[in-house]
């Protein structure tokens, strides 16, 4: 069965340093994969998703992550923090065999910046 | 942009009430999914239905039904709300084309007494 482990709940980081969010997923077969933000009070935004093309993946507002299949992860980074990326992150990932679009979510990662 | 919509932001029933959720997407899509959201386990799925009057079990079905009439909504309902039912509820649709991803309404936050 496929899962996705987040290796954090929480995250401080100071605005200007990187951040590193970590995401270790197991699947027998190579998965799609997806970071999520949630704002406070606001929905899910897709921040960037691997679909085996480049290992290492470019999103929105910074971020990126690399997918290492040898150690299973999929880890979201960003060079320099801002604080208005304290939000909540999820790692996913989508099942290469299914019936249907589902996708699996890891628990949440909530970052925080402090000033 | 894709806009999902929800017709509560906060909701708040008693104990053997039966609640409705509505979702609504303006982009033709032809899957439309209904979450829960819990501190700590991320988002379950619940339902999803990939056509009109189609639906499917998600991993927690179990206490809630959904209906689809139109394509563009896609509704949530607890027969009889109960405590453990307190969550927060997203909406999220998808279509056939474009990809994998996902899009999320704002959350309806339901709190049952």
């Known amino acids: 069965a496929q899962s996705v482990t987040q290796l954090d709940s929480h995250v401080s980081v100071s605005e200007g340093t990187p951040v590193l969010l970590r995401c270790n997923y197991s699947s027998s077969y190579s998965p799609s994969l997806f970071w999520y933000v949630q704002h406070p009070n606001k929905g899910l935004q897709l921040l960037l998703k691997?679909?085996?093309?480049?290992?290492l993946v470019k999103g929105i507002n910074g971020f990126e992550a690399e997918f290492k299949k040898s150690e299973t992860s999929f880890h979201l980074t960003k060079p320099s923090a801002h604080m208005s990326d304290a939000a909540e992150y999820f790692c996913?990932?989508?099942?290469?065999?299914?019936?249907?679009?589902?996708?699996?979510f890891g628990a949440g990662t909530r970052l925080a910046v402090h000033p | 942009d894709v806009k999902v919509t929800q017709s509560s932001r906060y909701l708040v029933k008693r104990t053997g009430e039966k609640v409705f959720l509505e979702c609504v997407q303006d982009m033709d899509h032809e899957n439309m999914f209904w979450y829960r959201q819990d501190p700590g386990l991320g988002l379950r799925l619940i339902y999803f239905s990939y056509d009109v009057k189609m639906k499917e079990k998600g991993d927690i079905p179990e206490g809630y039904s959904v209906s689809r009439e139109k394509k563009e909504r896609f509704s949530l309902i607890l027969e009889s709300a109960s405590t453990n039912q307190t969550s927060m509820y997203l909406c999220?649709?998808?279509?056939?084309?474009?990809?994998?991803?996902?899009?999320f309404g704002p959350g309806t936050r339901l709190t049952v007494l």
């Open positions: 691997y679909t085996s093309a480049a290992t």
């Open positions: 999220a649709s998808k279509g056939v084309a474009g990809g994998n991803e996902q899009f």
């Open positions: 996913v990932v989508r099942p290469p065999l299914g019936g249907y679009n589902k996708l699996i």
